[in-house]
């Protein structure tokens, strides 16, 4: 399956990265990583969040995360990764941590893929325009995710088919409404804020390209679920994915979307910035 060859893909980049380019410090807070990466998926697993295939991934992403990005980063996802869950949780069972299905390691890559390949960059060549791009990506999903479960299923309220703006179903893929856009930009702000306070020095202009890059990929999003979303893929292209994606799912549209969001916010780093 693709998961699994994007995790034998991170697992050797990871280890040579560490290998060429860490040192001190930064070696023991990679083995805190991989201490704190095993307790957090063995929990989420044991509160059925996670697959199995979904855990191998998360633990190597999580990794990746506070071993590469350190607290600052894997803070950004931990943010993500537990407000997302408890949004999905089923609306029929009281218990806040019950949710009606576990992500799989598709999922966690179509969400942190651009993530953790913009912190290796990050770390081996220090740039912070690649740092800025893989919290733009986080942005963008913890956007989307607030979105769709709090404007599409929890609260009530007009929604209108983005690019034809014909009134439709709540929920549905390309719908934007008052409450989902709203949702949109308070979870790319709280993303910027929490990385904005662990690097305070950052300007007030970084910021904000965070929380724009968030907000663009969520509409990026919506409109490729208007438009392509459940559209077969050209087999040219699915070649290249060895034709384990063959349609336009959602978790390709994401994925998709979020590295929109970050090579935006590149893109802008490097022309105002």
């Known amino acids: 399956m693709l998961d699994r060859q994007l995790n034998i893909l991170f697992f050797f980049a990871t280890v040579f990265v560490f290998l060429l380019f860490s040192e001190g410090f930064e070696q023991t807070r990679f083995f805190v990583a991989v201490f704190l990466s095993i307790l957090f998926v063995t929990i989420a697993f044991v509160l059925n969040w996670l697959t199995i295939d979904g855990a191998l991934s998360a633990l190597l992403f999580g990794i990746i995360s506070l071993g ?20 999905s949780k089923s609306d029929k069972n009281d218990d806040l ?69 014909k009134k439709v179903e709540p929920g549905l893929d390309g719908g934007v409404s008052v409450a989902g856009t709203a949702s949109s930009l308070v979870g790319a702000l709280l993303i910027a804020l929490i990385y904005w306070a662990f690097n305070s020095e ?22 490729l679920g208007n438009y392509v979303q459940g559209s077969k893929i050209p087999r040219k292209i699915s070649v290249l994915f060895n034709y384990q994606i063959t349609k336009f799912d959602n978790n390709t549209t994401n994925w998709v979307s979020a590295g929109s969001a970050s090579l935006l916010a590149i893109c802008i780093f490097l022309l105002v910035f």
């Open 97 to 165: 941590f019950t949710i009606p299905f576990r992500r799989d390691g598709y999922q966690v890559w179509s969400n942190g893929f651009w993530f953790a390949l913009w912190l290796i960059f990050w770390f081996t060549t220090d740039a912070l325009v690649f740092e800025v791009a893989a919290v733009s990506s986080i942005a963008f999903s913890t956007a989307d995710t607030w979105s769709s479960e709090i404007g599409g299923k929890r609260v009530k309220g007009t929604t209108w088919m983005i690019g034809s703006f």
């Open 202 to 223: 950052l300007s007030v202009g970084i910021i904000v390209l965070v929380i724009l890059a968030g907000i663009a990929g969520s509409l990026i999003d919506s409109l």
């Open 68 to 87: 590469f990005g350190g607290l600052s980063a894997a803070t950004v996802v931990l943010v993500f990764f537990v407000t997302s869950s408890l949004l």
